[in-house]
């Protein structure tokens, strides 16, 4: 089976490089895509820089060129639920657009005609991310990820992400790779663990605690995998 794994940044992906040293690689769009075969599964591996545009490209070329069949998404993310700390994880079981913004067409924000202001995941993936969970003895929160292009690093805007999209976690991809996914009709995971709070000090933790964040939510993945997707 063909399973790509995606992050947006060269930090969450190296522990995934780290485990497969011996791949191929291929240059696409300005992305590099790792090819390795492992465990009975072709895994196509590649970040695609920060943010949604960057994103939605690595994704679309993971299932329209190299065919992925199932994507899992591994990387960091605020965390704006207060029981999520710093090196929590949290699967999405639906994510917004939260800077999707056409409120003066009468709109909720978020919300984009002909598609919904959230996109559901994967009831199977995620049903086999909380049995890894149980299994490890790891705790797993399922919630709503807000995805959009700037850091939140405000009390202000998280409290908006919060009350107005009842959003979990925030980042800058995921919604994104949720809307390629579910438009092309291959099963997602987004999986993040918390590398800061979106408050005042969400550089200075983002900074401290990317790698380290990045290690918890790539060991997951590979515990899954091991699993069986
Ligand atoms: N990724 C990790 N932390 C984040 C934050 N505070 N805002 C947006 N994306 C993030």
Redesign the pocket.
Known sequence: MKVAILSAMREEITPFLQKYPHHTQKEIGGNTYFLVNAGGYELILAYSKIGKVHAALSASTMILHFGAEKLIFSG???GLNPSLKVGDLIIANKLCQYDVDITAFGHPLGFIPESSVYIEANLTLNALAHEVAREKGITLQEGIIASGD????NREKKQWLIDTFGADA???EGASVANVCHLLRVPFCILRSI??S?DGE?DVS?DEFLESSAKVSADFVEAMLQKGL
Do not use: H, L
């Not at 700037?150 to 690093?153: E, T, V």
């Open positions: 960091v993310a605020g700037s850091f939140i690093a925030v980042e800058m590398s800061d979106a969400a983002f």
